[in-house]
């Protein structure tokens, strides 16, 4: 099988990968890159554990075909979050309200936060749950998942 | 600092992915392992071929016959092989495993396996066995019974006024942890083996294994690393995952990992057993309990491991907090040729609080009491004997949380205006709203002399510069025991939170402070780290007393600075290096031991079950659509008593958590078995997990009746949330529409089934 190339924006810095034309983004991810926090919890699209943003948009990068991405997409996962006012804002907002357990779920409920208050940055409470919707939780009942983007949204509101 | 919101210890590298738990470990020549599995449920195995355009001699493939020593994992009971051997007793039992480069190589080697069987006769679901067990059918084979109780109860059943009884059955359940089941074994260069991966309860890892690979514990160690949730899930199983991949990396001389896609994890592991509770009850026409006779099946699945104290453990909470003048339970779990069944979150109670809560609703009902009133009578106080004839000491918080509830629920007034029988005026284009309540309690540690048996021990180092630090086998799932832990230490020695740090769990440093389980690691761990902190205090206070020629009793560490009354006599690592001198840390050590008035008897089941119990209530509201029958859920309210909280928010955390689950239990969650033995929804498309969209609005609280001999007074907290929820939503659902359904998960299609009974009832 012929080996494919392409050149990404991941978390704000350019990167050139090679990968066979079947791989999936999420072990391309994790492997090449070694971004870990892109977790499989299921691998069949059900569960959200393995989502990203391409282009601003939460992806499942264990239904993405690494290939289905064009040069100069730009990907964030959660170790990019750091880099900006709004990720640093939604991982306080997490630290302040527990809404971290077991952290599996944690990556990708951070990176769907994000994606929601960039677009609504004032998002109530039912905004925010349809927004995480496909992002299963066996840890905390939710709730002070939902808190926690309440708290970012706040925070960033604040230091706006 | 007890009661003080501590922020996690882990919650930065696990929202920035540099916490690594099992897969993310990388190691050089790391192979990944797959699972040749039988393919029927029940048989003896005629032919193991390694078929197949595959070139074997590249890859590692193991069998029973390679295990060189105990081939059956030691677990609670010893019956269950690594590999299936001659007999096969579930489908998808193991029977080999395959090491290769990559995982997709050893899953098509796995597929290139033929497994031939001569089959048998399979007895698969509850129903079969729970009418097998009616008719007293020898052919049922017993996994482990109990039964215990006080007073002829058919003699007390004949002189009550009001007799009711009832069966109720119960479903498995899956754990579903997001991180599916991992380990790995590294050879080491002593000739040892590593065994790593997500894990409860290291100290039964390394015994299984080592006996496995017939090597002694020098020779192998395990180390618990973080876990993606647990929920008893990663308590026996990591020791049947953890022989594989050592067996597999002794053979190739090079690390092996095993990771189970979800598929295989749901199809293949532990999951809660399914349950029939029959119960029998009589009392005085004023409501007051007379009698209570309960008959209870678990299906085991394949083999015993765990079901013994599961089953114990749901047989001795199975009259509810009540008190029963008289009462028998008989507890039996039965063979079925289906995956073992073992620990989840409530070990057996979720299955019998389910039961005698939804009973007791029936039996207020008939004796016309409100379901609150009925509870708040009946509630089992200080000095009350249970079933097991543990007669209850301290810490019972039955009537605060009853009471509790009431006031912050507005229970009453709801009950009495909604409903089907209720008040308000019923307007048939709305759905049906209904309230429903469940008092639950839980038993804080493990049962009987379990606590005895295990003996924790804990270590706490002193470090010079000022560190502290736990040495514990208690692991991290998500519950947060790494910041709780130092939470305890801390306040009791008089350090910020920062200072003191659990080691990472690794047998060959930690000593065994028993399983991660049974609610016990806060109060028990927690427990004998609060008295060695206190140990390391005197002792730090005693030294510098010594140097400064000063009582030790004017001294005291707050906040890292010792003092001298409000005189400021240094910092905590300035004293603590001069009380070391030339020695790296000072190690305190203690060891449980059971309180020495408590007295257990296993045989007969009586005596004191537990140290403390912790008390529960939930509320469930309810609105039933009449055209669906779909259950919606505005809210549930959780009252519950934990003795002391550590940390509020971590706590509200359990509650909520363990809230979703059973929630999640009572509506929507279901395994199923099918006619070939195989569990049917083995993918989060099909068993259907509660969403944000799903989730009511968990409103918990929290209240705080000391134990004595818990830390700052804390009981067990983790399982009990996952008691309240189910039965308290079938109470609801029978208020809404007046008919009980007594079979869980509370499904549309059976509500609706149970409406149409009752309608047809009504015309005939
Ligand atoms: S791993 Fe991609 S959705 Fe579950
Ligand atoms: S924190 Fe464990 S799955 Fe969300």
Redesign the pocket.
Known sequence: MSTLERHWLVNGVKQTLRFEPLARL?DVLREQLGLLSV?????????????VLIDGTPQ????VAAAQLDDGASLLTAEGLENDALGRAMKQGFDEEAAVQCGYCTPAMLLGGYALLEAVPEAEEDQIRVALAGHICRCTGYGAIVSAVQRAAELTKEGA | MIGDNKRRKDAHDKMDGSLRYTADVDYPGLWHAATVRAPLAHGRLRGIRQGGNIDWSKLIFATAADIPGTKNVRMIAQDMPFLADDLVRYKGEPVAVVAAPTRAEAQMACRAVEVEMEPLEAILTLDEIVAKHQRGDPDLEVLSQWSFGHGDVEAALESADIVVEGAYTTPHQEQAYLETNAMTAIPEDDGGVCVEGSLQCPYYVAPAVAAMLDVGLDKLHVRALPMGGAFGGKEDFPSVLGGHVALLAQKAGRPVRIVLDRSEDIAYSTKRHPAWMHIRTGAAKDGTLIAADIDIVFDGGAYATMSPVVLSRGAIHAPGPYRWPVVQVRAVAYRTHTPPNGAFRGFGVPQTAYAIESHMDRLAQVCEVEPHTFRLNNRLRIGDRTGTSQVLKDSVASEEVLKHTMEVTDFARKWRKWGIKGTDKHDLGAPARGVGLSFFWHGAGFTGAGEARIAARVALDLVQGGRVRIRVSSTEMGQGAHTVLPQIVANALGVPHSQVSVDPVDTRFVPDSGPTVASRTTMIVGGELEGCALDARAWLLQSTADKLQRAPETLSVVEGRLRGGKEDLGSFATHLQAALGDNELKTFERQHALAPHLQWDEASHTGDAYATYTWGCCVAEVLIHRDTYEVEVPRLTMVVDVGRIINPKLAKGQVEGGTLQALGYALCEEVGVGEDGALLRDS?QTYILPTTLDAPEIEVHMLEKPYTRGPGGAKGLGEMPMNGAAPALANAVEHALGVRVTDLPLSPEKIFAACSAARAGRSS
Not at chain 1, 60 to 63: F, G, H, P, Q, T
């Open positions: 999420l977790k499989e919890g299921c691998g069949e699209g059900e569960c959200g554990t393995c989502s499942l990068a264990c239904m | 989060f």
